[in-house]
């Protein structure tokens, strides 16, 4: 079996419910995930949308939400959780909105991706004070045992 994430709301590269984008409640989805690799430690969660702002002519990776240091032994996050529920010792990094926490897809033109990344982590980070994508990338840096994505699909009507 091999490591995986899937969310019981959406499939891979389908759409992803109204319900959790800035249409809707813009809340997080139910996200599960199985066969962690063994000798893990941690994982992290990024989700990202390549597309911005317009499919046709990408400018940039757009970041809905950043958490890292999750305990290895969960099988996932349940749907609208926020900072207070998250599991113990899990931390946030800073969203492209410049605040942690879920932003949902709220594509501005267009049918956008949205890679939900989670990474099996060799190790337990140093609180690195709300990271970005990119400092997030450079930490994890050779301590990546294994990675798994599902893309959901937004487009506004």
Not at 143 to 149: F, G, K, N, R, V
Request: net charge negative.
């Amino acid at each position: 079996m091999s490591f995986t994430i899937s969310s019981s709301e959406f499939s891979h590269n389908s759409a992803i419910p109204a319900l959790y984008t800035c249409d809707g409640l813009d809340i997080s989805p139910p996200l599960e995930w199985t066969a962690v690799p063994a000798g893990t430690m941690s994982l992290a969660l990024i989700i990202a949308d390549p597309d911005a702002p317009d499919p046709a002519a990408p400018q940039r990776t757009w970041v809905h939400w950043i958490l890292y240091n999750i305990d290895a032994g969960i099988a996932g996050l349940t749907e609208d959780i926020g900072p207070q529920e998250l599991p113990t010792g899990t931390l946030e990094g800073l969203n492209d909105w410049g605040v942690t926490g879920y932003g949902g897809p709220c594509p501005p033109i267009g049918r956008h991706r949205y890679f939900h990344k989670l990474y099996a982590l060799d190790l337990i980070l140093p609180d690195l004070h709300q990271p970005t994508q990119q400092q997030l990338l450079q930490a994890m840096a050779g301590h990546i045992l294994a990675q798994t994505e599902i893309i959901g699909l937004y487009q506004r009507t």
